[in-house]
C-alpha cells in the first residue's frame, strides 16, 4: 500500500494562495503518477489536476485552468499544487492519489488515495 499524505489546506479570503503538498513513499513515489482531486459538501469527488511520473505532463480541470499549477519534486517525494485567485467555490477537502503505470489524468485508474486536507475559501 502506497501511504500520501496531504498538508497545506486552510482558511483563506478570496483571491488569496494556498499551497497543497502531497507526500509519497520513498525512491518508489517517482514511478507514480499523481492526481489532485476535491469534494465539496453535497457533491461528487472532482477532477482538479494530475501530473505524470516524471513531471513532464500535466493536465487540469477547465475550472482551475489558469489559477492552479502541479508541479512536483521526485527527490523530495512530493506532489504540490499551487493555488492562486482562489474563489469560494474551491472550497472542498482536496484528496491527491497515486498510479503506477499508464492510466492518469482525470479519468485515471487511482487506486491510492490520501486522507484529505480542508480548503476553505471565504467571501
Known amino acids: 500500500q502506497v501511504q500520501l499524505v496531504e498538508s497545506g489546506g486552510g482558511l483563506v479570503q478570496a483571491g488569496g494562495s494556498l499551497r497543497l503538498s502531497c507526500a509519497g513513499p520513498g525512491r518508489t513515489f517517482s514511478s507514480y503518477a499523481v492526481g489532485w482531486f476535491r469534494q465539496a459538501p453535497g457533491k461528487e469527488r472532482e477532477f482538479v489536476a494530475a501530473i505524470s511520473w516524471s513531471g513532464g505532463s500535466t493536465t487540469y480541470a477547465d475550472s482551475v485552468k489558469g489559477r492552479f499549477t502541479i508541479s512536483r519534486d521526485n527527490a523530495k517525494n512530493t506532489v504540490d499544487l499551487q493555488m492562486n485567485s482562489l474563489k469560494p467555490e474551491d472550497t472542498a477537502v482536496y484528496y491527491c492519489?497515486?498510479?503506477?503505470?499508464?492510466?492518469?489524468?482525470?479519468?485515471?485508474?487511482?487506486?491510492?488515495w490520501g486522507q484529505g486536507t480542508q480548503v476553505t475559501v471565504s467571501s
Open positions: 492519489a497515486a498510479v503506477a503505470g499508464g492510466s492518469w489524468g482525470p479519468k485515471g485508474l487511482y487506486n491510492h
